[in-house]
């Protein structure tokens, strides 16, 4: 299989361009990125030279660039998007215009050219928040900030490319990933990186907002999955159904790092803050896949790759 990965240098995209060159030998890619703040090169090392994949620097908003490159792929993943919640909060004009945009230019183009199969990446955020129990694929969505909402927005065109075009779309929602490659504005890593320098930990609130952690390559091998074997028009929930609050998630990277809890500094919470997230995930299992990986060795994994 021949595969365009958008966002591929991102944190995600680029474990999964990694996961897919590991483990199909027969397949190629070709990494399309706009290389913003969040993309690096650098996460590619070890696949740049690779003549299974081609690296391609450009926006999934082009509309003449991505018609060419879908021309010449039989799969799409869209990994490509503003993904930062709290720059959401500041200015959501970004995320509408790649997450949702970007999105329509990449259907738009796979329609015309024609393709076997469209993977959208999508969030357990698009549901907004649970308080007891957990999330299925049928719920409705009820994103409550602007990143979740143009996510949201993405999967709803998505899945009307399905609809009304027949574009073989599948759309998966995975919950908060962490591991190698991820960008240092995110909450684990930039943890792990404070309490090794001996700064301040900043958790919002009183640290009680409730998320579930999945290892990034666990996440990977689920999204290879669906995009080989999941039915088309389908959506599919990815999580590991290890909940932490996000004081237990700090108190175990310090632990994790040898530093005290002296480090830890509670912070005016974010604007609209959902206090849980955990999504059910029967059909990802009847597929054959459940997690490798417990947060303890994921997350002693990811201090590893930080501190190294
Ligand atoms: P990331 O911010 O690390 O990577 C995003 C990548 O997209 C970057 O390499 C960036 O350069 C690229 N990009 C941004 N705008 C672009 C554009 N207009 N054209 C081309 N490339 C562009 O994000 P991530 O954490 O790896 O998330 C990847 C995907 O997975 C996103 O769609 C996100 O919504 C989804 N997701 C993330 C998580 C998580 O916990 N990180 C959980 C569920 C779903």
Redesign the pocket.
């Known amino acids: 299989m021949r595969i365009l990965v ?9 474990n999964f361009v990694h996961h897919v060159l590991d483990t199909h030998e027969n397949d190629e890619i070709v990494t ?5 703040y ?3 090169k650098a996460n590619l090392e070890g696949v740049l030279d690779d003549p299974r994949h081609e690296f391609v620097e ?4 082009d509309q003449e660039l991505v018609t060419d490159l879908v021309a010449d792929v039989d799969a799409i993943v ?7 919640v709290d720059r959401s909060i500041e200015g959501a004009k970004p995320f509408v ?3 949702v945009q ?1 999105t329509q230019t990449l259907l738009d183009a796979a329609n015309e050219v024609g393709i076997d199969r469209y993977l959208q ?5 698009v549901y907004g928040q649970v308080l007891d129990g957990t999330f299925s694929e049928d719920d409705p969505l009820n994103p409550r900030n602007p ?1 979740a909402a143009t ?1 949201a927005g993405a999967d709803l065109l998505a899945n009307s490319f399905q609809t009304t075009h027949d574009l073989p779309v599948v759309i998966s ?6 591991g190698p490659r ?2 240092a504005e ?1 909450l684990i890593p930039k943890f792990i990186q404070n309490a090794a320098a001996g700064e301040a930990l900043p958790v919002y609130g009183d640290g009680s907002n409730v998320r579930e952690w999945i290892y990034v390559e666990d996440n990977c091998r689920a999204l290879d999955l669906v995009l080989r074997e999941g039915s088309i028009g389908e959506v599919y929930n990815i999580g590991s159904h290890a909940e932490k609050t996000n004081l237990e998630v700090t108190e175990a990277i310090l632990d994790a790092v040898g530093a005290s809890d002296d480090l830890i500094e509670f912070v005016e919470d974010r604007a609209g803050h959902d206090q849980r997230y955990a999504l059910d995930t029967e059909k990802i299992e009847a597929l054959g896949w459940e997690p490798q990986y417990s947060f303890e060795e994921g997350l002693e994994r990811t201090v590893d790759y930080y501190l190294d």
């Open positions: 958008t966002g591929g240098a991102g944190f995600i995209g680029s399309l990125d706009a290389l913003t969040a993309g690096s450009g926006d999934i908003r869209n990994f490509a998007a503003e993904s930062h215009s790649t997450n970007g990446i999508s969030t357990d955020e990143y996510k929602r995975t919950s908060n990933n962490f991820q960008h995110k």
